[in-house]
């Protein structure tokens, strides 16, 4: 008995051990892949392999193409380890703690901070090397994105030695140095046109203090999102001064939206203070459920959930636009970035594989969100679902800011304010939209700032509510002592025990 | 008389209410498992496309498999761990026995966040990385506790002398543990046991710090897909509305049996 059980223990402390050589012994390389939920061609039902080439549920993943492409290509055997995360500070925590991953896909503020942390893995000169036909990303990718990705610049740590000794400095170096763009997008506004008017949409992110939408408005539940419309709010009229025909007009709006200092950060405070009585509420997954419901009839949103918001609204017989505000909107992308330590090859022929246009359709497809890939059959595939299909009454969508070369989508007029709007924003509109960078030291404080604005205050009903049950319940026991002769149990004597009255019976 | 009846209507009442309260959650996603809808308070024609969905996607057979195999797994494991470690504990000078019980029951007290981040750091530190052995380790850290605060209270209102009687009569001490003890206390095992399944089932917290890459059970997977959602999430999160549709009639079922047959019993016996 005592012999087996021991044996049994072990083999069950050894089954982790085993099932670990297993991985080794065959002699793959394993490529360990973190990106978002559900953010990649999955294959299967509803994929683009089934909608459009009519694979079925057998519609291959995008994982298992990487694999065999790769193999076809390098002429050796990669395993993806594909792992998921919910939000980029899990992401960062995990790899904090120690994480081993190749490829990892965060926003844009996270890739900042993990760069000024030193926890990334520069790309290789070669992987922008455009006589390379495999690498898919330089070739592909949108002018539009690669122009954003060469001026925006961050901070990485760099070890110098200085009269002997080492001395870690701070070093600017471009986006485009460590990270690769996967989808982005824009924030907005999606309303519902038949309670919002074009009056109304002028307010701009203000709208969000107008009393007549008093709790028919709600906003993200998270502290980029919301610090984001306070600025919108507080610097306002600047905003709006400011000269649009400039050459440095995006640069001005960005440098308004990125304003952390203490000033500000209290000015902000109290219009999220203000703006939280106003609004309906924070959300993280409920607002396109009570646009279409009819609960509320504006909801800050992502262009990309705006996107899916508008066509699950499509399905219930609502149709809702999408705006974004004359002061400005928040420019985000999510992007491939390495860990240190990462296996480089590798991961950034998987960012290559990604970015090849037709694989840059699938996953837009699968995901709703728009790729920073722009080559042809993405654009043939922006046609295809824009297209009006009644040409005479279509309007010229121009898009070539994006796509270049004069690519121009002809499509319906309501599309002007709808998903095409918000998948690819007019050029002009995408000139105040601003990336809002990692809050550096000013990290902190804005956190406080966050909780101070999510404390909850007791309203006076609820505090009523509250009192009146308490006083209820209150009477509820009075009335019971009161009303009856109350048994107590009798406390059993030390050395004798209570026994069920029943048996007694 | 009136007064009686009075009292009885307001004391259904107030169940009803209760009952109601903690129920329509449940019986809304039961209502729209049942639609075409993937978002709720939409309306949406009757269909059994999210059952569909449910038991044709691989990928959720997947997560639903993982989910109910780790929470056998680590609610057996600790239900052992817990057992034995309450008989030691019962059976400790008073001193040590007060000790061991404090110490024991941390992880209850503590917030899940700090086992979680607790246990993930210690991993690192030792240069484990994460497999399903750690993940294991992390649930049987949580269900424990709770096996070990089950069991203790049986083996208090246990009858020693028992116990006694059978080494008296000549059994050796496993056999007067398997054949006297462990019946008296078997009750507090075995909602040990269901406790453990339940707390298994349901956390996120450690498992999202202790579980391997490209792992995912249920919990980890709704937290990642509600943060950051598309068309795909929200038809896979639809599909748990026919589970927890489903999870809720078994229970109920197992429950009503339970009961019908528990009456049965006693009315045999009368």
């Known amino acids: 008995m005592k012999k087996k059980l021991s044996i049994l223990l072990s083999l069950l402390f050894l089954l982790p051990v085993v099932s670990s050589l297993g991985g080794c012994s065959a002699k793959t390389q394993v490529l360990r892949v973190y990106n978002w939920e559900e953010y990649i061609d999955e294959g299967g039902k509803g994929s683009y392999g089934d909608d459009y080439l009519g694979l079925g549920k057998n519609a291959p993943s995008m994982i298992d193409d990487f694999e065999i492409w790769y193999e076809e290509t390098y002429g050796e055997r990669i395993r993806v380890e594909y792992s998921t995360f919910g939000t980029n500070e899990d992401l960062y925590n995990q790899l904090k703690l120690g994480d081993k991953y190749d490829l990892v896909c965060p926003s844009e503020y996270m890739i900042m901070k993990l760069a000024a942390e030193g926890m990334l893995e520069p790309l290789d000169k070669d992987f922008f090397d455009e006589t390379n036909e495999n690498n898919f990303y330089v070739n592909n990718v949108s002018p539009f994105i690669r122009n954003v990705f060469k001026n925006g610049e961050m901070n990485v740590p760099e070890e110098k030695e200085v009269d002997g000794k080492k001395v870690t400095e701070q070093k600017t170096v471009l986006w485009e140095d460590y990270a690769a763009g996967y989808m982005w997008g824009t924030t907005g506004l999606v309303y519902n046109p038949e309670g919002v008017s074009e009056e109304d949409l002028s307010q701009g992110w203000k709208i969000m203090l107008d009393s007549n939408f008093r709790k028919k408005v709600t906003t993200k539940d998270n502290v980029r999102d919301s610090y984001f419309v306070g600025l919108g709010i507080v610097y306002r009229d600047e905003l709006l001064s400011l000269d649009k025909n400039a050459d440095d007009y995006n640069a001005n709006v960005t440098d308004i939206f990125n304003r952390t200092d203490t000033e500000t950060v209290k000015k902000v405070q109290d219009t999220l203070l203000a703006m939280k009585n106003n609004i309906f509420g924070f959300e993280t997954d409920t607002g396109k459920s009570d646009m279409v419901k009819g609960t509320i009839l504006l909801n800050f949103a992502w262009s990309g959930d705006a996107v899916y918001a508008m066509d699950e609204a499509e399905n219930q017989d609502v149709y809702l636009n999408f705006h974004i505000p004359e002061e400005g909107a928040n420019l985000f992308f999510d992007g491939w970035v390495m860990p240190k330590g990462a296996s480089k090859k ?4 998987f960012i290559n594989f990604m970015s ?13 969100y728009t790729s920073v890939i722009a080559g042809k059959e993405m654009f043939e595939y922006a046609c295809d679902v824009y297209s009006a299909e009644n040409e005479e009454q279509s309007i010229p969508y121009d898009v070539s800011y994006f796509f270049g070369e004069e690519a121009i989508i002809y499509a319906d007029e309501e599309q002007l304010s709808r998903q095409l709007f918000a998948q690819y924003p007019p050029e002009d509109t995408m000139k105040r939209c601003a990336v809002m960078s990692y809050y550096g030291t000013q990290e902190e404080r804005i956190n406080e700032l966050w909780t101070q604005v999510k404390g909850e205050k007791l309203d006076g009903w609820a505090i009523a509510v509250i009192t009146v049950a308490i006083v ?23 050395g004798y025990r209570l026994t069920d009255q029943k048996e007694i019976r | 008389m ?30 729209y498992s049942f639609s075409s809808t993937n978002t709720i308070g939409t309306s949406g024609s009757f269909s059994f496309a999210h059952y569909k969905k449910l038991f044709g996607d691989p990928v959720i057979l997947t997560m639903i498999g993982n989910t109910l195999l780790l929470a056998l797994l680590a609610a057996i494991l600790s239900t052992i761990l817990g057992t034995t470690g309450a008989l030691g504990m019962y059976y400790l000078k008073r001193r040590q026995k007060a000790f061991l019980n404090g110490v024991s ?52 209102q246990m009858d020693n002398s028992l116990y006694e009687a059978a080494l008296d009569l000549g059994a050796n001490p496993a056999k007067a543990l398997f054949r006297v003890v462990l019946p008296q206390i078997i009750p507090g095992v075995v909602s040990g046991f269901m406790l453990a399944v339940t707390l298994s089932l349901d956390d996120y917290i450690v498992t999202s ?16 897909a509600t943060m950051k959602g598309n068309a795909h999430t929200a038809e896979t999160l639809a599909s748990f509305w026919a589970l927890t549709t489903l999870i809720f009639v078994i229970i109920l079922a197992v429950v009503l049996v339970a009961n019908f047959s528990g009456r049965r019993k006693k009315e045999a016996k009368k």
């Open chain 1, 356 to 368: 090849r246009p037709d694989n840059a359709v699938r996953n837009s497809y699968y995901i709703g």
């Open chain 2, 105 to 156: 029951q941390i992880p209850v007290v503590n917030a899940e966040i700090v086992t979680a981040l607790a246990l993930a750091i210690a991993f690192v530190s030792v240069g484990i990385s994460k497999s399903y052995f750690t993940l294991l380790i992390g649930h049987m850290v949580i269900c424990t506790p709770f096996v070990v605060l089950s069991v203790l209270p049986k083996l208090k």
């Open chain 1, 346 to 349: 590798e991961a950034q022929a």
């Open chain 2, 209 to 224: 710090y202790t579980k391997p890459a490209g792992f995912d059970t249920i919990s980890t997977y709704v937290f990642n």
């Open chain 2, 2 to 31: 009136k007064k009686k009846i009075a009292i009885k209507c307001l004391k259904a009442a107030f169940i009803g209410l209760v009952l109601l309260l903690l129920y329509a959650p449940i019986l809304l996603l039961a209502v």
């Open chain 1, 472 to 494: 209820v319940i209150a009477l509820a026991i009075l009335y019971w002592k009161l009303g009856r002769k109350i048994e107590f149990r009798l406390k059993p004597r030390k």
